[in-house]
């Protein structure tokens, strides 16, 4: 079940942004276990070789590659640099983004900008430059990372180009899953809540400037139906079974690692 030996995956944010396990750092680690050779691309020299040290301690076989992944001339380069490595790919991961809080009438532009480069312009550059390579292969996958954000909104700290940019990331998906069905590959959405990742206290405690990150910890978790956030392993299980071949009739199709956050009425934690 759920073995992907013979596979090429390339999985960019592969690194984390602090210790710990951030989403790409365990799904590109938990990849490696299931027999995939997976090449990982961030923007952090450091992070990433700490991700490619842990596989290949476990045995495992990957590649570091440093990459800006906004950058098209870079992304592109990097895909290619993974093909050339291994000979093939076969899923191709966008995990990349990150949240900026913000409405519309005060954000300013550039960080709009930056915010639909940061999260959808990547994964379009990255289905880009991947599906030459994946319609090449068999039952070939691609999975897109959004988020909570672009479904529920909140009046108090809105994060408008954050909540557009990812949402721009479902319909992104659904597009190309159902431009490239016909050619064999499959294109899903993973979308987390909130999990308790180093962003936490590396982005989301400083932005709010908040003096007790258990506090804040302690918040967030009672927030979640379940009792608790999610973590990167909850998001890394969901990514690697959309890219497995036991999803193979899966295609277009959003996968909520939400805790039942979006179920829940409004008032009703």
């Given amino acids: 079940m759920l073995d992907l030996t013979g596979k090429v ?20 680690v938990l990849m490696a276990r299931q027999g995939a050779k997976v ?3 961030d ?5 990433v070789a700490e991700t490619v040290g842990i596989i290949a301690r476990e045995g495992g076989e990957a590649t570091a590659h440093v990459a800006d992944v906004t950058s098209s001339a870079e992304f592109a380069a990097a895909v290619e640099a993974g093909v050339a490595r291994y000979g ?19 954000m300013p532009e550039d960080v709009w900008e930056r915010q639909i480069d940061f999260n959808l312009r990547s994964a379009f550059l990255g289905c880009k430059f991947a599906l030459p390579h994946l319609k090449r292969r068999p039952r070939s996958a691609i999975v897109n990372l959004a988020s909570i954000a672009a479904l529920r909104m909140s009046a108090e700290r809105p994060h408008v180009a954050y909540s557009a940019s990812k949402h721009g990331v479902i319909a992104l998906s659904k597009s190309v899953a159902m431009r490239h069905a016909r050619d064999g590959v499959r294109c899903n959405t993973v979308i987390p809540g909130l999990m308790h990742t180093p962003l936490v206290e590396h982005r989301l405690v400083p932005q709010l400037g908040a003096n007790d990150a258990a506090a804040l910890i302690a918040r967030r978790d009672a927030s979640v139906p379940l009792g608790r956030m999610g973590d990167a392993w909850d998001v890394a299980h969901a990514v690697l079974f959309l890219a497995s071949d036991e999803a193979k009739h899966i295609t277009g199709i ?16």
């Fill in 9 to 28: 995956a390339i999985v960019t944010g592969a690194g984390s942004v602090g210790p710990g396990w951030g989403n790409g750092k365990a799904t590109a």
């Fill in 39 to 41: 090449f990982c691309l």
């Fill in 43 to 47: 923007n952090n020299e450091a992070a």
């Fill in 88 to 106: 093939q790919l076969d899923i191709m991961v966008n995990n990349v983004g990150g949240s900026h809080p913000g409405g519309a009438e005060d």
């Fill in 254 to 269: 959003e996968l909520l690692v939400d805790g039942g956050i979006s179920a829940a009425s409004p008032g009703s934690l």
